[in-house]
């Protein structure tokens, strides 16, 4: 069983549509962590988030870290063909580990 | 290096033989973690090793997976007597410190036939 699972799994929507993946977990985590990971290559990291309630924006990329920090959501406005990839959530423990979470394939049509 | 080197880029063995996948971590990062991924899905969490200490290997699946890690650089990664079930990427990362910016390297697509 994973720790953090993400919904939803695929989504597949037109350029200019707004989206939202959820990771939640019954952890509390330290941080938590999106990446985004393309075909081929290994995930880079997007945000990290910290404090409980936080959130963070990275141009059209709003991610939320819940109040309790066990769940987190990313959100996207006017999804364009670039932003296709498979996004990770991450969350850290005390003793620095890291837990993927199931990941959203997203599929950006234009 | 620049970034996290992984090799082979891909694998293709037979079921039975043993093969060892290499990561080579960005120079001066204390942590290191082999992760698996099956196409298009998460990763599972499979060993992390943290400067000297000992590592967890809490995520490796059996007792055919092995792993160490040189000199506090590189490492290998090796699986014993393949299964098809073993067939997957296998991505390394690395880390300043542990719990902090993870950075990955391309993988190794494995592939048992």
């Known amino acids: 069983t994973q720790l953090l699972e993400q919904s939803p799994q695929f989504l597949s929507i037109q350029e200019g549509e707004n989206l939202t993946v959820y990771c939640n977990s019954s952890?509390?985590?330290?941080?938590l962590q999106w990446y985004r990971q393309e075909p081929g290559e290994g995930p880079v990291l997007l945000v990290t988030?910290?404090?409980?309630?936080e959130v963070k924006k990275l141009k059209r990329l709003t991610f939320q870290f819940g109040d309790a920090r066990k769940d987190s959501s990313l959100h996207i406005t006017a999804a364009q063909p670039g932003d296709t990839g498979l996004y990770l959530c991450a969350g850290i423990l005390t003793g620095n580990q890291f837990y993927f979470g199931t990941g959203t394939s997203l599929t950006v049509i234009p | 290096g620049a970034g996290v080197s992984q090799s082979p880029s891909n694998k293709v063995t037979e079921k039975g033989k043993d093969v060892e996948l290499r990561c080579d971590p960005i120079?001066?990062?204390?942590?290191l973690y082999w992760y698996r991924q099956s196409l298009g899905q998460g990763l599972e969490f499979l060993i992390y090793?943290?400067?000297?200490?000992?590592?967890?290997k809490s995520g490796l699946p059996s007792d055919r997976f092995s792993a160490e890690r040189t000199g506090g650089s590189v490492s290998t990664l090796t699986i014993q007597r393949t299964q098809q079930e073993d067939s997957a990427v296998y991505l390394c990362?690395?880390?300043?410190?542990?719990?902090?910016?993870?950075?990955f390297g391309q993988g190794t697509r494995l592939t048992v036939v």
């Open positions: 988030v910290v404090t409980g309630g």
């Open positions: 120079s001066g990062h204390t942590a």
């Open positions: 090793f943290q400067g000297n200490s000992a590592p967890d």
């Open positions: 952890s509390v985590f330290s941080s």
């Open positions: 990362a690395s880390s300043p410190t542990g719990g902090t910016e993870a950075f």
